[in-house]
């Protein structure tokens, strides 16, 4: 057992900066690093991928991110653990050691985890209810795209156990990413509550990258936040008997202290006494942060119950198509005007007999989050005006944007300023229990000799 590991994030979504993931690894001499690049319809957009090209479905930005990054990590023995293999573990550990062989990086190895599509599964399992409204899953079944249940530490362990330099996965808890190099590294029992709360809050505190470091902290004259054009990724230092401590990359710019540690350990927090992951129910009632040095916190108090005898499946289905269309109106009476156009693409779309069963009129700037019970203080000068709707047809979908565009001319004047139309597939999600003895992951290992 060692004494204690580091551990960063170098990512916390997909499109999140590459650099400071390379200053990082330079700069923090970390045990691992922590790629989380998957949102909850992710793997159903790298799925419609997958099968239109079966050597896609990985996250689109791997190979940029893993060529700036693999050369330092393999440099200073920091293995890397990612889901970016998204949709297609395999086929990124595949292309992945393809292209690093012209990168001139030594040799490797790279596990991957399958076991996460349990598309197949799912349809034998049509009467599960929907978590979000309790209808039957058949309700959506017809239009599937996918269907991957988080995964868990455990398996991650057994793919840190091949000594591979590098793990890919499909679908996994956000902080099993975390929990499972941590517990492998200091030789932690993945049956012990106390390991696992240690583990699991680490992972929860890291995992979305700079937003722990002062990012989304951030507002000026309220939350000061030095340097953030610099903003430095977060790593933990984890003792072997559970101790933890937050920091970030040395000479970077961002801050760690107890208020940025709270406001991360609040995010997507339904219920502090209940945080459910694939390897335990997390309390986080009792936790604490205390400063322990320059931007060095240090975490007590957390507590973990025995893992549910299930694992939540996020199923992509196809829910028809969003149209929409903007223009700006500016000066005098611009709300009005806006209001009127509003009315009037409503008016026009009626008179084409179409109807759509959600539509949506926004004033960005007015009322486009709070609804006009938010609206306050002056009528601005210039606003946005945005029309959005739903349909199952991609014509009907293509005609809001259409009588938005014709606006321009047909009235009441604006200022244009940038017109916006068009329409989009809906890849929705929704979620359903599954018992978590269907679901066998397993393994494989590439190399790069």
Known sequence: ??????????????????????????????DYVVFECL??????????????????GYTPVMLPRMQAVLGPALARGTRIVTNMGAANPAGAAEVLLEKASGWGVPPFACAYVLGDDVTDIIRDHGHLPLMEDGAPLESILGRMASANAYLGADVICTALETGAEVV????????????????????????????????????????????????????????????????????????????????????????????????????????????????????????AFDQVGPDRVAVTGQRARPPTDSLKVTVGYFDGYIGSGEMTFAG?????????????????????GLSYPEMRVDLIGINSLHGDNGAAGPEPYEV????????????????????????????????????????????????????????APSVKVMRLS
């Open 168 to 287: 890919i996965t499909g679908r996994v808890g956000d902080p099993s990413l975390f929990l499972a190099p941590i517990a492998h590294h200091l030789g932690w029992s993945l049956d012990d509550l106390d390991h696992l709360a240690a583990g699991t809050i680490t992972g929860h505190l890291l995992e979305c990258s700079s937003q722990v470091s002062g990012g989304c902290f951030a507002d000026p004259g309220k939350k000061n936040v030095p340097n953030l054009a610099d903003l430095g990724y977060p790593y933990a230092e984890v003792a072997s008997d559970g101790g933890i401590v937050i920091t970030k990359t040395p000479r970077s710019g961002g801050l760690v202290d107890p208020a940025t540690c709270t406001e991360q350990l609040l995010y997507e927090i339904h219920d502090p006494a209940s945080y459910i992951t694939p390897d335990c129910v997390l309390d986080i009632h009792d936790v």
């Open 384 to 439: 946005r005006l945005r029309v959005a709707a739903r349909s199952d047809r991609r014509a009907d979908a293509d005609a809001v944007g259409a009588e938005v565009r014709s606006l321009h001319l047909h009235g009441p004047g604006s200022a244009g300023g940038g017109i916006n139309q068009g329409a989009r597939e809906i890849l929705a999600v929704k979620s359903v229990l599954l018992p978590r003895h269907l679901v």
């Open 39 to 56: 949102a909850e319809r992710t793997i159903a957009r790298e799925a419609l991928d997958r099968s239109k090209n079966p050597r896609l």
């Open 1 to 30: 057992m060692n004494g204690s590991v580091r551990i960063g994030c170098g990512a916390g979504m997909s499109d999140d900066r590459i650099p400071p993931a390379v200053d990082l690894i330079e700069r923090a001499d970390l």
């Open 332 to 352: 005098i009476n611009a709300v009005a005007r806006a209001r009127l156009g509003a009315d009037l693409v409503k008016e026009r779309l009626r008179r084409r």
